[in-house]
């Protein structure tokens, strides 16, 4: 065991900040040198630098199939109540989208699965989980999660002040109950879209070259932390919009251009803006330096949005905020708003009205969160959410558990039960 398992995690690749990366890269065993490597030919590196991590039994293998209990115990802003996200990790195997087993909520960017793929097929590691949702209503795993979680392998503190806990499960009965359970769920991809097109892509492409493909080598499957939608401590946080660097853009304007879809309340008081419209459906916060306002969809006028969407994706307030708001009003297509660079996002409100004071920001917009209903009907539907939708809080941290897809590392040996 790691004494300091802290200083060797480290935060998702897609969520690590500039100052961050450069404090961890400090440390020369930790998991960003994996997840994030550096140098000209950062995919080779870090395949360089995994082989001497093993041969010098820096990482090691489990010597028996597990099931890893993984809980996050965290506070929301404003509250003392502390929650538990349970969960577990463990190989999934891969389906194409077009199955219907693995659901996804937003579309991938190119250039980001290319990166990600290019990792996995240099070092063929998992360097940190995806986190996937099932549904389990009867909680058939939770007391196996509990009894394990009680004999932790690791216990740490991360960047988001949240305790992580990671345990393991050997029994075989036990993980062929799990097994059971999960055979016929459907598994909606919450956080980690990129690297599982990665992995999705480097299968078709081992299978195309493999012509004694059997379906049991390890391209053939992914690592997951899955959680289960029925448990109460499940949070989905809001991500709010910052505008910047729009040409002419004058309050005055905006307001006039808003008047005819919103009603429009002036806030006194900034500061309570987010409380104010706090689950309100299609209620928004608009930010500008000197003034703030309540924004409230006249319900007349959702039927005008002329986007091709699904009829509950067109009823979403994200969907609602991206059309009526951003390009009705601020004057920024939705076919632009993808790739814009005067959009960009902030989960935090307070740091949303910082920077709108501070003229770092032009506007802000300010949203509710997504309830995890409205996440399962758009997957199941087959349409994905505008994006950055969605904030599964907590992230995952990357560390604790590596996933080799190597032949001889990832088959089963032979006095295993489920050789």
Same mark, same amino acid.
């Given at each position: ?33 994996? &997840? ?35 809980? $996050? ?24 989208? !077009? ?18 793929? +290019? ?22 795993? =939770?007391?196996?999660? !509990? ?85 109460? !401590? ?21 307001? &006039? ?17 987010? +409380? ?9 916060? %608009? ?65 949303? %009205?910082?920077?709108?004071?501070? =003229? ?12 995890? !209903? ?12 505008? $994006? ?15 996933? &080799? ?15």
């Amino acid at each position: 065991m790691a004494r300091d398992m802290e200083s060797l995690s480290s935060p998702l690749f897609d969520v690590v900040s500039a100052k961050q990366r450069n404090s961890l890269y400090l440390n020369p065993y930790n998991s960003i040198h994996l &997840s994030v490597p550096q140098g000209e030919n950062p995919a080779e590196h870090a395949r360089d630098l995994l082989r001497d991590w093993k041969m010098k039994g820096i990482i090691q293998q489990d010597k028996l199939p597990g099931i890893y209990a993984y809980y $996050q115990y965290f506070k929301l802003p404003g509250s003392a109540r502390e929650l538990c996200r349970k969960g577990f990790v463990c190989h999934i195997r891969i389906h194409d989208w !077009d199955e219907g087993v693995i659901l996804r909520h937003e579309n991938t960017i190119p250039q980001s699965v290319n990166d990600r793929i +290019e990792l996995l097929e240099k070092t063929l590691l998992h360097v940190s989980p995806t986190h996937g949702l099932y549904t389990d209503p009867q909680y058939e795993l =939770e007391a196996y999660l !509990d009894e394990a979680i009680q004999h932790p392998i690791y216990e740490t503190e991360d960047y988001q002040g949240v305790r992580d806990v990671l345990a393991v499960i050997h029994d075989a009965e036990v993980i062929r109950q799990f097994i059971r359970c999960l055979k016929d769920k459907t598994i909606i991809l919450a956080d980690g879209h990129h690297r599982y097109e990665s992995s999705l892509l480097l299968q078709k492409k081992m299978k195309a070259i493999n012509t004694h493909h059997t379906g049991s080598e390890g391209y053939n499957f992914h690592l997951m932390y899955l959680t289960n939608t029925a448990a109460g !401590d499940f949070r989905i946080l809001p991500t709010h919009r910052l505008i910047n660097g729009l040409p002419g853009l004058k309050e005055a304007e905006i307001l &006039s251009k808003l008047d005819h879809d919103f009603i429009i309340k002036p806030v006194d008081d900034p500061e309570t803006l987010n +409380e104010i419209i706090i689950g309100k459906k299609w209620a928004f916060g %608009l930010l500008f330096k000197e003034n703030a306002y309540k924004l409230r969809l006249k319900p007349e006028v959702i039927n005008t949005i002329p986007w091709h969407f699904p009829e509950l994706v067109k009823q979403l307030d994200l969907t609602v905020m991206h059309y009526f708001i951003i390009e009705k009003a601020l004057g920024i297509p939705g076919k632009e708003q993808r790739n814009s660079e005067h959009i960009k996002f902030d989960r935090s409100f307070t740091d949303c %009205l910082k920077k709108v004071i501070k =003229e770092e920001a032009q506007l802000a917009l300010i949203t509710n969160e997504l309830t995890i !209903d409205e996440v399962t009907q758009v997957c199941h539907s087959g349409a994905t959410l505008p $994006q950055k939708s969605t904030y599964f809080y907590p992230k995952v941290i990357c560390g604790f558990l590596f996933s &080799s897809i190597r032949e001889d590392e990832f088959q089963l040996p032979a006095y295993s039960p489920f050789s």
